[in-house]
């Protein structure tokens, strides 16, 4: 089964002869907006706005750059076993280890197990971080092309692309999801020039850092000859398994249960219908806890005294079982199109429902986790007409805003699955699917 693709040697429309900042002159430009009001946010929105000393910093992150530091320290198996809970696969702790070994020796200080005002390691990791979830504009500009959507287009797909981006590094601290999902794409394209070998090599970066895209794999393997399938499974777990082996046979136990069962937090999150049979990690109770309090005395001065204090704890269930259904229904899929001959825009929607069942399925929702998805979404939906293109930015914006209302689990439930599927069915392409003819913009 073949897809319907520009060559590599047109990419859509680009001339050969063009060099390469010629080709991504739009995605470089957006590239640069998002490190540069990214830094902007973090180090000036505070002190300018509420004239507060404090930087801004996600947590998640300095989560993740410690599990980096436990790489450079000779610790790699005792990332899983920390404090820090880091979830995912070891891959973007490596990637961030030369900013922590940097770090190290410059003597800078950093946001955890502490949060400090101004952790002058944020310096190095924040640009770090912004570069690495901004790359996904390169495969997505390349995708584009390869559509036959010319200039006029591109730019505002670019601009809508690194809106939902920004916040997922910005706010969240999480480039790892954009970062998987940059080296899936740029194995989907390998698929589709039918080159095996850097599908497969492309999805091994891929999965090490976000076991995510592993709702997109079985929709690739559908167009991968059946001989091929055990080189590409060996070099697509390869990777994985040499960076988890470590952990596995030092921590056991911890590395095992939570790459299983996923811990989601109530706190500061979103429960959706599906937290009531979800596994229960730690159930919601409510516990005495030792704490300091500032008392003044009749003097003027404050001194500090130790406090009993009542707090309550929200619950903590487990995601495992939601992601695995997804898995499973991403694979049915990847079976339908094996059976099915799909156009290349039609591959795109499929690896967009496909990275949506994610969200459907999860029982907490964190915002960022729509980001792949609806990237995708987008990205289908650029090589239909004006109209149809224009609802469907609308539709994912507004998705995209509701994702932060707390409020009601069904409510919130029922607001995200159907503005998901409106935007779905408004970028469906049609086996006859109206798009730009390729251009040489």
């Known amino acids: 089964m073949a897809l319907s693709i520009h060559p590599p040697s047109t990419q859509g429309g680009v001339e050969p002869g063009d060099n390469w900042l010629k080709r991504h002159q739009w995605p470089a430009l957006f590239f640069g907006l998002i490190v540069a009001t990214g830094m902007a946010y973090s180090f000036l929105w505070n002190p300018i706005l509420y004239h507060s000393p404090n930087w801004l910093t996600p947590p998640d992150l300095w989560n993740t750059y410690r599990a980096a530091q436990y790489v450079i320290w000779g610790g790699e198996g005792q990332i899983y076993n920390n404090p820090a809970a880091f979830q995912t696969f070891p891959g973007i702790a490596i990637v961030l280890s030369p900013i922590a070994k940097l770090a190290g020796m410059w003597h800078l200080s950093e946001g955890f197990p502490v949060a400090l005002a101004r952790p002058s390691a944020w310096w190095l990791l924040d640009p770090a971080q912004l570069a690495l979830g901004a790359l996904l504009l390169f495969p997505l500009d390349s995708i584009a092309r390869r559509l036959g959507v010319p200039s006029r287009r591109r730019i505002p797909l670019l601009a809508l692309e690194a809106a939902l981006i920004w916040p997922s590094v910005v706010l969240w601290g999480h480039p790892e999801d954009a970062l998987g999902l940059s080296f899936a794409l740029y194995g989907v394209i390998a698929v589709a020039d039918r080159r095996w070998l850097r599908f497969a090599g492309f999805f091994a970066l891929a999965t090490v850092m976000q076991p995510l895209v592993l709702l997109i794999l079985p929709i690739c393997l559908a167009y991968v000859p059946l001989t091929r399938w055990p080189q590409a ?42 937290a009531a049979i979800a596994p229960v990690i730690n159930p919601s109770r409510t516990k005495l806890v030792d704490v300091l309090k500032y008392v003044g005395s009749p003097h003027g001065h404050h001194h500090a005294v130790e406090v009993v204090k009542r707090v309550h704890t929200l619950p903590v269930v487990a995601a495992g079982p939601g992601r695995i259904v997804a898995i499973v229904i991403a694979c049915a899929l990847g079976f339908a199109i094996k059976r099915l ?16 069942l994610r969200c459907i399925f999860e029982p907490v929702m964190v915002p960022y986790y729509l980001l792949p998805g609806l990237a995708l979404v987008l990205l289908t939906a650029s090589q239909l007409n004006t109209l149809r293109f224009c609802v469907v930015a609308a539709t994912v914006a507004m998705c995209t805003l509701l994702s932060y209302r707390h409020v009601s689990e069904w409510q919130y439930y029922v607001t995200m699955v159907t503005t998901l599927g409106v935007a779905l069915m408004a970028a469906w392409p049609g086996r006859r699917d109206p798009r730009f003819e390729p251009s040489s913009t």
Not at 241 to 269: C, D, G, H, M
Not at 341 to 356: E, F, K, R, S, Y
Request: glycine residues 0%; without cysteine; aromatic residues 12%.
């Open 233 to 274: 499974a060996t070099v697509i777990v390869l990777p994985t398994f040499v960076t988890l082996i470590a952990p596995l046979v030092q921590e056991w136990s911890a590395t095992s249960k939570l790459l299983l069962r996923q811990p989601n937090y109530f706190a500061n999150n979103h429960p959706t219908p599906w």
């Open 341 to 356: 001959t799909p156009t290349w825009p039609q591959l795109l929607w499929a690896v967009a429902l496909a990275l949506l």
